[in-house]
């Protein structure tokens, strides 16, 4: 086996359970991070509490990349509005052959990469403005994740996995390279449900899809999904917002096969659970809204689609957001 350096830029709850895993095959696992949570990271090592099991691994950890060197892999598991951040700090740990794996919700900046269709090889403004992400993290270094995976910080530096175990993974260009390979090979050795996708955009929009309507009215509202989905008025409206992001999908290469109402009876039997835009609406964070909402009305005007439904949501939580500083 070849232990390989790797660093988690972003130790919340997703970053802990990937290090904590991967740290537990015997990779070099290290981490970027500050306050509060580098702090525990320096004292305690990553915590994860996973099913019954307490894990625990000593890790390197520091605020300056620099400190921790090249790396041959580095996951990036921040919210959208710390990405320009972590870009701004990142090369240090980025050399010829470094795998970045993007493991976050949203479109990233690099969607439109390696895809045919209208929008191809688009830079997307809404994520990317001054075009620093593309330059700062090139897309040949990219690997895309899509997360189905709920897990929660108990306190900086530990986390809980709740529910779910699947990584999906997959290369801008749809390449079936060596290297996703070896790390589908090594995610699913660490135990998650590791498997490698041809297209991954497909699968990055699929989960958007799904969660660009109940994270912003979660936020909205104060609600739980299933108070949400309970209510019919608002129900309709998701299946309305849906439905808009579907046609965009069918577009620019990215079908969605399921109905919004087959969806939504999948997440209502989830339960009273909150959304990662409620929790961080609750703790006064900054809310993901551009990668989730902002985006789709950005592709949507680029190709032409009429969105009135998504542009109503989108305009309603940035308004909720300025007014409560987030």
Known sequence: MHFMDICIFGAGAIGITIGTRLAARGHRVSAVARGATLGALNAHGLRLIDGAAMRCHAIQASRDPADLGVQDIVFISVKGPALAAVAALIAPLIGPHTQVVTAM??????????????????????????????????????????????????????????????????????????????????????????????????????KLWGNMTMNPISALTGATCDRILDDPLVNDFCAAVMGEAAAIGTKIGCPITQTAQERNALTRKLGAFKTSMLQDAEAGRTLEIDALLTVVHEIAGRIGIAIPNTAALLGLVRVFAKQNGL
């Open 105 to 206: 919700n949203g479109v990233p900046w690099w969607f439109f990469d390696g895809m045919e269709g209208p929008l191809a090889g688009a830079s997307l403004a809404s994520i990317d403005a001054e075009g620093a992400l593309r330059q700062q993290i090139p897309s040949r270094h990219v690997t895309g994740c899509v997360v189905h995976l709920a897990a929660s910080v108990v306190e900086p530096g530990k986390a809980r996995i709740n529910f779910g175990n699947r990584l999906i993974l997959g290369e801008p260009d749809h390449a079936d390279s060596p290297r996703l390979g070896m790390l589908v090979e090594e995610l699913t050795a660490a135990g998650f449900d590791a498997e490698s996708s041809l297209h991954i955009q497909r699968d990055i929009w699929f």
